[in-house]
């Protein structure tokens, strides 16, 4: 298939970013989404070391996950986060609104995304945007946060927890232009005896363990036309119990059943 699809380091919290890496190319994964504190958390031996793996399994590294943007970042903090990214050859690094004190307008979260953007440029790395549904998080809404990214000139990560949740719909992703999705976070949820709004990070689980409606929104994706990267990930405490390799051999499986549900992989002839 032509994309790339990756395991996200979140769903194998108790691995290190080197781990991580050895971890999905052994279960199947083409790529791998770094996070900021595992990647911060190793010393310039273990990068080169990463890098080592990285080229030796043939994985792509997706953008570099996450700032927090509207909230205590700093200008210099940002730059320790793309200098990060620098040194792993990532282009792109991911942006998560947080809770704000109060309203914040789409022309001042316009024009605090554009100044990181612009530190951003310096270092060759572009912004992703992606939608946090929570309540409380500036831009919550599928309106709001195509609208932030398009004045922005961000592209979107399109993760279908936060989409499916914030109450999107199929029709509305199909629309998207493919070429404003920057990645794809897979990610199911457990919605036994809950609403959707009250749905937690906790409750992600892997696609297939839970009851949002994953096949319709893969396939709403996979119609934009977007063939880019995408990962798996989950946040559910479970996964962080289990052993490494199971989790990512399961992740994999799970989701290249999805991918064949919804079109993205062909079904092969006998």
């Known amino acids: 298939m032509s994309i790339s699809l990756g395991l996200h380091g979140a769903t194998i919290p108790q691995a290190g970013f080197i781990q991580g890496l050895h971890e999905a190319a052994s279960a199947g994964f083409s790529a791998y989404e770094p996070e900021v504190v595992r990647v911060a958390a190793c010393t310039p031996t273990q990068i080169v070391e990463a890098l080592a793996v990285q080229k030796r399994c043939g994985l792509a590294l997706l953008p570099l996950n996450e700032i927090e943007a509207f909230g205590d970042l700093t200008i210099e903090r940002a730059r320790e986060i793309?200098?990060?990214?620098?040194?792993?050859?990532?282009?792109?690094?991911t942006v998560c609104p947080v809770a704000t004190k109060g309203p914040l307008s789409t022309e001042e979260g316009v024009a605090a995304l554009r100044r990181f953007g612009e530190e951003a440029a310096a270092f060759q790395i572009t912004l992703f945007l992606e939608m946090m549904c929570f309540p409380g998080r500036p831009f919550n809404t599928f309106e709001g946060s195509l609208r932030l990214a398009e004045r922005s000139g961000m592209k979107l990560v399109l993760d279908t927890f936060h989409y499916i949740v914030a109450g999107a719909t199929p029709e509305q992703i199909r629309r998207l232009p493919a070429?404003?999705?920057g990645v794809v976070h897979i990610t199911d949820a457990l919605t036994d005896g809950k609403q959707f709004k009250d749905l937690v990070d906790a409750d992600r689980v892997l696609p297939g363990e839970g009851g949002l409606p994953m096949v319709e929104t893969m396939d709403?994706?996979?119609?934009?036309?977007?063939?880019?990267?995408?990962?798996?990930?989950?946040?559910?405490?479970?996964?962080?119990?289990?052993?490494?390799?199971?989790?990512?051999?399961?992740?994999?499986?799970?989701?290249a059943s999805l991918l064949r549900a919804s079109g993205w992989i062909k079904e092969e002839t006998p």
């Open 179 to 181: 070429e404003l999705i």
């Open 82 to 93: 793309f200098t990060l990214a620098q040194r792993l050859s990532i282009r792109a690094v």
């Open 220 to 255: 709403a994706i996979r119609q934009t036309g977007y063939r880019g990267g995408m990962s798996v990930e989950v946040f559910h405490p479970k996964y962080g119990q289990q052993p490494v390799a199971e989790v990512a051999r399961e992740a994999h499986r799970r989701a």
